[in-house]
């Protein structure tokens, strides 16, 4: 049996997004990130969610992934400002704290993940060892 644990997501001003994540492991959304992935989620089936995993990969050893995708039974289930979200079991101890960002100014990179595990990382961002 899984037990959920309930803590604030990021510090930042809450607006009609939920103030509360919900989530297995610690893995929140900014209000930022919540905006991209509510917008992207209008636009594809209705019964998919967002997918965080890592998969072997990219220059540092692991590559982080995301993705619309249907839950499957046996991943973890997670929510933070009113964005669902799915990760694998494999995948959950490596993104334990991690933070989820979206940038998009003049030199914003899309989604950023903030991961306090990551000994190293890639100078893109998109992997970590």
Known sequence: MNI??????????FDTFQAIC????????TKEAAYKIDSMSTESDSDKILRI???????SGF?????MDTPK?????????????AV???SIEYLDGTEIHFDDG?????????????????GCGKSFS
């Open 22 to 29: 919900f989530y297995l492991a610690m893995i929140t959304l």
């Open 106 to 122: 003049l030199s914003g990179k899309g989604f950023e993940l903030r991961n306090p595990n990551a000994q190293t990382t890639c």
């Open 63 to 67: 590559e982080y992934g995301m993705s």
């Open 4 to 13: 959920w644990h309930v803590l604030r997501c990021s510090n930042v001003e």
């Open 53 to 59: 995993f890592i998969e072997p990969g990219g220059c």
């Open 88 to 90: 694998d079991g494999d």
């Open 73 to 85: 039974d046996s991943d973890k289930m997670g929510e933070c400002y009113g964005v669902k979200f």
